[in-house]
């Protein structure tokens, strides 16, 4: 189940990004996609570091999932926009 919070808030995180960052959206699809890879992503470090709260599914450790899967979405997405805005010139 953290798992899917994690993907789930990655998502949103990448669609987030890509809504602040105009210059690194990639529209709704690249933008969902990079940000549930970041989130899974995100989400299996914070467990790995410890960070998430114990690992329940109390209310610290899903804030912490949620926090870890939009931060992930983002920096993802980031990644992926400053990538393909290099390949596009």
Known sequence: MEL?????????????????????????LINSLSGIVGGGIGGTVLSMLGANAGGGMDLAGILSQVAGGGIGGGAVLAIVGAVRAQLGK
Do not use: E, F
């Not at 899917?4 to 709704?28: C, E, T, Y």
């Open 4 to 28: 899917i919070i994690g993907l789930i808030s990655g998502a949103v995180g990448g669609n987030v990004a890509g809504g602040l960052l105009k210059n690194l959206n990639q529209g709704v």
